[in-house]
């Protein structure tokens, strides 16, 4: 008789991961079934969804304050987008007339919402400013609209959105052209205009006027019972700009990694490097997307050239906006060979874009040979470090500009988002950029997003080596499966050599994997017998899983065919938990599949 092991990770349908995340990143799809459902669009799965993949799915936060703004300030049949800046707000409005040129002028407009006069008396020293700027649009236009927001990973936080809610609801949110000094600046929520410090913990047994006040939900994300004090705004950033130059590579509080020296510790063996050189996003995608932009802007309309099988919003930004791109989803040496001679035979392009390693097939791409291509002929390299993370490897002295998603395991608790943007100080085109990114550069992660962030990224370093050696373990117990088609890691890949290269002395080799099997049927039994969590994104401090081709790919399942990337290819992002626990977790999964 086989007893049935209980299971610790069913999490039902529509539920946020973590569940009870009020501002989770992730959502639990928890069998291959639901995944597909998610797609379809079909009511018992998208009636349950709380919260999703943030540019994909409008958080809930968001899509109240949009129509709250459409319905005072918009015309029948219209909808409101948000964005932190009339300038973002602008390049959307560009963006949806360029698709939809029959629209006139007036149909789509730039509301810009400011802090009123503060009827409590502020002091104007609030250390952030309930403002954003709403783009009012006709509702049929919609999916161009959210096109933009998802591409660009531009739009606001929930976060943001949340607090600006309340700001509105009192009146002290207002239409910028109905005051004469829109700079003026309110307290915003009361719960963020707390003095206690960030680093300074609350009972538990003792309740205060601080926890009286939380829900349960925002008890869970807030744990141990920190307030969000954002007047820490500015010194969180620096904190976390820090640690991704490298130079805070320790587990301290706040205030100890701002009393250490700059650029103490140097881990991207870049001569000159420094935290200046780190710009912070909302996300990673917005990251990449303003790193095109500002491309662009150098050369003019120039192709750039996508490297390897990527995450699909870097190959949409390419194509969307800009001249288009020259697509090599192998990442093959002969593709190398191939644009070599399109260089020589004298076709020039503005950027070559790769993943180190990419996602989900895990290749490293050869960065060496790319550079030496870049240089001779003048084109720029971008490179995504999201996946490999700098502590594993470094492919600073390869690149004119690395990207990262700092919502992935520099986070690793899934409840925020931010990305990051870097500047090689030896590349030959720093001077320029670092020109062109002081002039254009706009600070939008939001403020308590940045306190979340800091937090959550202080033990950044050794939460990298336990997943590291998470991951190796497990691939090692898939790999021996006789049902297993194909591990993906950078390990066991035919280009180790070129992630070797760019390893760290004390680098693994990360925490993404992805498996293959020999039919649907084997992916399925296995993925709905997997005892993880399961939902979209990656990085998180807890084993996360999905099908992922189906969840990026779902209505263009044989082109992702076409370069290598399988239907039925099942993603783990590898966790925390003890090892010996997780082995077991894929030998009963493993077991479910059919004889």
Request: aromatic fraction near 10%; include cysteine.
């Amino acid at each position: 008789m086989t007893v049935a092991v209980p299971r610790e990770n069913d999490i039902e349908v529509g539920e946020t991961l973590p569940p009870m995340t009020e501002h989770a990143v992730s959502v639990s799809l928890p069998t291959w079934k639901a995944n597909v459902g998610y797609e379809e669009g079909e009511e018992w799965v998208i009636s349950k969804m709380k919260t999703g993949y943030p540019r994909f799915f409008i958080h809930k936060s968001i899509e109240k304050l949009a129509q709250a703004i459409a319905a005072k300030h918009g015309r029948p049949g219209e909808r409101a987008m948000l964005f932190p800046s009339h300038v973002i707000a602008s390049r959307c409005r560009e963006f949806l007339h360029q698709q939809a040129p029959d629209l006139s002028p007036q149909q789509v407009r730039i509301l810009d919402l400011v802090p009123a006069t503060d009827s409590e008396g502020s002091d104007g020293m609030s250390p952030v400013s309930p403002r954003l700027s709403a783009v009012l649009f006709p509702a049929e236009r919609f999916p161009i609209v959210k096109a933009f927001w998802q591409h660009s990973g531009d739009g606001v936080s929930s976060r943001r959105a949340e607090y600006c809610q309340e700001a509105f609801d009192n009146g002290n949110l207002i239409d910028s052209s109905s005051i004469k000094d829109p700079s003026r600046i309110g307290k915003g929520p009361r719960r963020y205009q707390s003095k206690t410090a960030i680093d300074t913990p609350l009972s538990r047994d003792a309740p205060t006027a601080a926890t009286e006040t939380q829900d349960p939900t925002r008890f869970v994300e807030e744990r141990f019972g920190r307030n969000l004090d954002l007047s820490m705004t500015a010194n969180a950033k620096v904190a976390v700009r820090r640690r991704i130059a490298g130079s805070l590579t320790a587990d301290v509080e706040l205030r100890e990694a701002l009393a250490l020296e700059r650029d103490t510790v140097n881990t991207r063996q870049v001569a000159g490097f420094s935290e200046d050189d780190v710009y912070l996003y909302p996300c990673g995608m917005s990251a990449i997307f303003n790193a095109h932009r500002n491309l662009l802007a150098t050369k003019g309309q120039l192709k750039s050239i996508v490297y390897g099988f990527p995450y699909i919003d870097t190959l949409k930004i390419v194509q969307k906006f800009g001249p288009g791109s020259l697509f090599y989803g192998f990442g093959s040496s002969e593709e190398l060979d191939d644009l070599e001679r399109r260089l020589a035979a004298g076709e020039r392009f503005l950027a070559l874009f790769t993943e180190f390693p990419s996602n989900p097939l895990l290749k490293s791409p050869d960065i060496q040979r790319i550079r030496g291509l870049a240089d001779q002929y003048d084109f720029y390299v971008v490179i995504d470090e999201t996946i490999g993370n700098f502590l594993n490897v470094n492919v600073l002295p390869y690149a004119d500009i690395v990207v990262s998603s700092l919502t992935k395991v520099f986070s690793g608790d899934s409840n925020v988002m931010g990305g990051s943007l870097i500047l090689n100080p030896k590349a030959k085109s720093y001077s320029h950029l670092k020109q062109l990114w002081n002039e254009d550069y706009e600070d939008n992660h939001w403020a308590a997003d940045s306190i979340f962030l800091e937090r959550n990224s202080r033990d950044f370093v050794q939460r990298i080596a336990r997943i590291n050696a998470n991951a190796d373990a497990i691939c090692q117990t898939l790999i021996a499966h006789p049902k297993v088609k194909q591990v993906n890691y950078p390990k066991y890949s035919s280009t180790r050599e070129f992630y070797d290269k760019c390893r760290n002395p004390n680098g693994g080799y990360g925490g993404l994997l992805s498996v293959t099997f020999h039919s649907k049927q084997d992916a399925v039994a296995f993925f709905d017998n997997l005892d993880t969590v399961k939902g979209p994104s990656l990085g998180t401090n807890f084993t996360l899983s999905s099908p992922y081709v189906i969840l990026a790919h779902y209505g263009e399942l044989d082109w992702c065919a076409s370069w290598d990337v399988e239907a039925d290819l099942v993603r783990i992002s590898v966790g925390l938990e003890d090892t010996n626990q997780l082995e077991k977790v894929m030998c009963r999964a493993l077991d479910a599949i059919p004889k």
